[in-house]
């Protein structure tokens, strides 16, 4: 049984860093699964970090970023129809083995192009697992919100880029230097966003030179090496401009000239 293919977008937005991991739990999903354990009303924890994670959704018929919407697996319990979805690369390969296709989405863009009447599970067979039924895959579609996405009550986005005096150059130039050595980043562009009179957020928006394989860590982890060695007045966010379908990229590529360009 699969769901039309129309119902689910190809590609996702990134907005955090999903790292492949040896051995469990390898993340924060897989420690809060590790301890809900025996533990009924561990749910609401699970969705909650689930909220800020990343899943691995295999494609047993194939598929990557160009190659139109997504077919996906479904499998049925107690009459329910679930998407099977994995909390890690190594969870994945476990159960669906090492030549299976797959994507890497955050948990809530995912959650959000479901159809309603669907529900997640969560690592099948896997080494700890949980069902997610449409009614928990609708309060993780209200979970996650981004900066951009404002209070509940709506909010309105001020997008623009850092006065000269106060643009981290520093850490432009770490990135700059990251992006160069995994060889895959051919643009990177900044700026900031705020919401009303919240305080502001950057986003590093990214154009890639090949896809390949899950090329989609690689920008992901070196944003964070670069993090790691100078720091960012703001906090950081990462937006792949070709795949990501939101104001804060289009302005990106409309209005910023690039920081970095691979030669």
């Keep these: 049984m699969d769901f039309p293919p129309a119902d689910f977008p190809t590609e996702f937005p990134a907005q955090a860093h999903p790292h492949s991991h040896g051995g469990w739990p390898g993340n924060e999903l897989e420690e809060v699964l590790s301890a809900s354990l025996g533990v009924p009303e561990a749910g609401a924890r699970i969705v909650e970090v689930l909220g800020r994670s990343f899943v691995w959704v295999p494609l047993p018929g194939g598929g990557g970023p160009h190659s139109g919407p997504l077919d996906l697996p479904t499998l049925e319990l107690d009459g329910q ?55 928990a895959v609708a309060e993780l579609c209200r979970a996650g919100r981004t900066p951009l996405d404002g209070p509940a009550s709506g909010g309105r986005v001020r997008l623009y880029e850092p006065d000269w005096q106060d643009d981290p150059v520093d ?29 502001p957020v950057m986003f590093v928006g990214v154009e890639l030179s090949q896809w390949e394989g899950d090329l989609r860590a690689l920008p992901l982890e070196a944003l964070g090496r670069a993090l790691g060695a100078t720091a960012s007045p703001w906090p950081v966010n990462l937006v792949l401009l070709d795949v990501a379908q939101d104001p804060v990229g289009e302005w990106l590529r409309e209005r910023v000239r690039p920081f970095y360009t691979r030669p």
């Design 81 to 135: 129809v679930y998407v099977p979805v994995f909390s890690s690369e190594e969870q994945l390969r476990r159960v669906a083995g090492a030549h299976m296709s797959f994507t890497v989405a955050p948990a809530v863009e995912f959650a959000r192009g479901l159809p309603p009447q669907a529900g997640i599970l969560v690592n099948p067979d896997g080494v700890v697992g949980v069902p997610l039924p449409p009614p």
């Design 171 to 199: 850490f432009l130039a770490a990135a700059s230097a990251e992006f160069e050595a995994i060889g895959v980043v051919r643009t990177a562009r900044r700026c900031l966003a705020a919401i009303e009179t919240a305080d």
